[in-house]
Nanobody, 126 residues
Framework: VQLVESGGGSVQAGESLRLSCAVS????????LGWFRQAPGQEREGVAR???????KYADSVKGRFTISRDNAKATLYLQINSLKPEDTAMYYC?????????????????????WGQGTQVTVSS
């Protein structure tokens, strides 16, 4: 499985970004794809995930502003981020789990994702 993120950048608070993750070697019939972020000095945080059946889960901190989606034909996972805040500044990573869709507290846990992209930086200024 290979994951390549793009779409990050430097924006002003209140603006929007759409992050993309090109996915290859992944079986969409099981498991899940997710987005994580990590700010300097902080732990990696799961923000959204989508299972093979389309089920989604979001971190409470991003509900209503972040939307995860995928285009199977383009083999691409997206993260639409609206109303960006300075606290959204972080490196954003795409991740894949190719064997099980977890729910509850494991859904956004980095330990259940075995494949990671290199990340794309999002910087939000006030």
């Amino acid at each position: 499985v290979q994951l390549v993120e793009s779409g990050g950048g430097s924006v002003q608070a209140g603006e929007s970004l759409r992050l993309s993750c090109a996915v290859s070697g992944y079986t969409y019939t099981r498991g899940s794809l997710g987005w994580f972020r990590q700010a300097p000095g902080q732990e990696r945080e799961g923000v959204a995930r989508m299972c093979s059946d389309g089920d989604t889960k979001y971190a409470d901190s991003v509900k209503g502003r972040f939307t995860i989606s995928r285009d199977n034909a383009k083999a691409t996972l997206y993260l639409q981020i609206n109303s960006l805040k300075p606290e959204d500044t972080a490196m954003y990573y795409c991740a894949a789990n190719d064997y099980k869709c977890y729910s509850a507290s494991w859904a956004l846990s980095s330990v259940v994702y075995g494949y990671w992209g290199q990340g794309t930086q999002v910087t939000v200024s006030s």
